[in-house]
């Protein structure tokens, strides 16, 4: 799990693991420090061949304060999960984490590696 960035909070991170092929996307909803968006990475990686793809939504600052970002980012997921996913791949499993403390980091994302192993996907 690379993240080139210094994450400043960790709010949640979701784990879509697929039955159609040898694969899973780890969505994580953060905050980097000194910058002015909240973003959710989605990394979708094969088991099969360690391939990775990365993308990346933001959301500005600006415009949504964290409970919304969170809430907005909470949502995409979900619906991505519900609408496209299932009707690609009806045995996909989603498994959701929320932390209560989002600038405990190191934390949370050993958490994420927790479920990791424990799904045998790390």
Avoid: C, W
């Amino acid at each position: 799990m690379v993240i080139e960035e210094k994450i400043e909070k960790l709010y949640a991170a979701y784990l879509i693991s697929f039955t159609s092929d040898e694969s899973y996307s780890l969505i994580l909803i953060y905050k980097t420090e000194g910058e002015e968006f909240y973003k959710a990475l989605f990394l979708t990686k094969s088991l099969e061949t360690g391939e990775e793809m990365k993308n990346l939504l933001k959301l500005d600052k600006n415009e949504f304060n964290e409970e919304q970002a969170v809430k907005v980012f909470d949502h995409t997921v979900k619906d991505l999960f519900r609408r496209e996913i299932k009707s690609i791949d009806p045995g996909a499993k989603l498994y959701e984490l929320k932390f209560e403390n989002p600038q405990r980091v190191d934390y949370n994302l050993s958490q994420v590696r927790e479920l990791l192993k424990k799904l045998e996907l790390a």
